[in-house]
C-alpha cells in the first residue's frame, strides 16, 4: 500500500537545494523557532497552543506531545492530531520528503486516543487510525488501521485489534 503523498518533478539540482521554491524561506524560519521553543516547553497547554496558533496544526483537545517532539517545519499544518493521543518523547512527524528528483508533499493523521512510543518517525501521507499503540523506535511508512498495536523497522502489525479492557 503507497502512502498519500503529491509528488512534484525538479530539473536542475536535487529538491531540497532548491527548498525555497518550495515554501517561503520567512515561513521555514517562523516554523523552526515555534518548533524549538515547544520541543523544550514542559507544559502540555502550552505548547499545543503554540502548535494550533503559530504552525496552523490541528490538534486535539487533552493530547499530550512529549518533549523533544520534531514537527515538520515546512509544512506542519499538514499535521493533524486526534484528542486525548500522546505522541513520545523524541518523536518525528514529517510531511515532506525532498528527493533528489521529486518532492513529496503528504497529510499526516493521527486519530483520536493514539499512542505513539518514544523515537518513533512518522513519514508523509500516513494516517493512524484511532486507539492505534505504535511501539518506540518504529518507522510508521504506511497506514496503521484503527485500534492496531505496530511496531518496528520495517512497521509490521503486531495485533490487529487491541482487545478492549
Known sequence: ???????????????LWQIYKTVPFWKVMKNFIVIQIARYTPWIG????????????KVGDETAVALMVMMDIMFPERITIGKNSIIGYNTTI???????????LGNVVIGDEVMI???TTILPGVTIGDGAVVSAGTLVYRDVPAGAFVGGNPMQVIREKLVED
Open 1 to 15: 500500500m503507497s502512502r498519500k503523498t503529491e509528488r512534484y518533478e525538479v530539473k536542475e539540482a536535487n529538491s
Open 117 to 119: 512510543g518514544a523515537n
Open 46 to 57: 502550552v505548547k499545543n497552543w503554540l502548535y494550533r496558533t503559530f504552525l496552523r496544526m
Open 94 to 104: 514529517l510531511a515532506h520528503e525532498y528527493l533528489i528528483k521529486e518532492y513529496r
